[in-house]
């Protein structure tokens, strides 16, 4: 059963469609990457994901037991927020906000979720240190792990590596790739780096003004009639 079905889907602002006719299946460990140019509809759908902006038109339904708060996000950062003045752990912890327990167990059991996050992505010895001295890597990591506290199910990223050095890229991919592999968690992934999309994902999405392409990677690099450049660029 899919976990997430986007049925002939309008989105838009004030009535006005950016994109229209959008269909696709996700299923529980994709690895779905949304590309498309500039205004194409990427962000807007990835709001409408998050029920932060309704379809013009269609349905998004959720199945395989997914409900929405098991849907975790990494936003692109602004330059405000990358000088947050709070530590490492207390970053992560806030991705436990969204979890229907309360009292002393729960906070006991939101600690150890932060932790074990932390771990899977490599940054407890990070957990003192201040989220605005950290490098735009291990910041970016420690929003992963702040996302990952929501939800092992499902991970919305919106260029999750948007300002990294080459090295860094590299590493949050390769740390993106384990956690779908390892964990499970199915990925949808806004990007540019068509490279990226050829080496990681199983599944394309390509948003455009015209009724989108939804297809297997495989399917997708087929229909390329163009060669990628370096960056991954057409």
Do not use: W
């Not at 390509?206 to 960056?231: A, I, Q």
């Amino acid at each position: 059963m899919s976990q997430i079905i986007c049925q002939d889907v309008s989105l838009g602002y004030d009535g006005a469609a950016v994109c229209q006719h959008v269909n696709f299946k996700v299923e529980r460990g994709d690895y779905l990457c949304i590309v498309g140019e500039n205004g194409s509809g990427k962000s807007t759908l990835m709001k409408a994901l998050l029920r932060l902006r309704p379809p013009l038109e269609g349905e998004i339904v959720l199945g395989d037991g997914v409900r929405q708060s098991d849907i975790g996000y990494l936003p692109q950062q602004s330059e405000a927020q990358r000088d947050f003045p709070a530590s490492v752990g207390e970053v992560v912890l806030s991705g436990c906000v969204g979890r229907a327990d309360f009292g002393l167990f729960a906070r006991r059991k939101n600690r150890m979720v932060a932790h074990d996050s932390m771990a899977r992505l490599g940054i407890c010895s990070l957990a003192s240190r201040s989220y605005s001295e950290l490098s735009g890597g291990q910041q970016q990591r420690v929003l992963l792990a702040r996302a990952l506290c929501a939800t092992e199910k499902i991970l919305l990223l919106d260029e999750p590596v948007a300002g990294l050095d080459p090295h860094a890229t590299e590493e949050l991919y390769e740390t993106i790739a384990r956690l779908n592999r390892e964990t499970g968690v199915t990925i949808l992934m806004i990007t540019h780096d068509l490279a990226a999309v050829m080496r990681y994902a199983n599944r394309v999405l390509h948003m455009s003004t015209v009724p989108t392409f939804y297809s297997s990677v495989e399917d997708y690099r087929d229909g390329m009639d163009f060669p990628l450049g370096e960056g991954g660029t057409p």
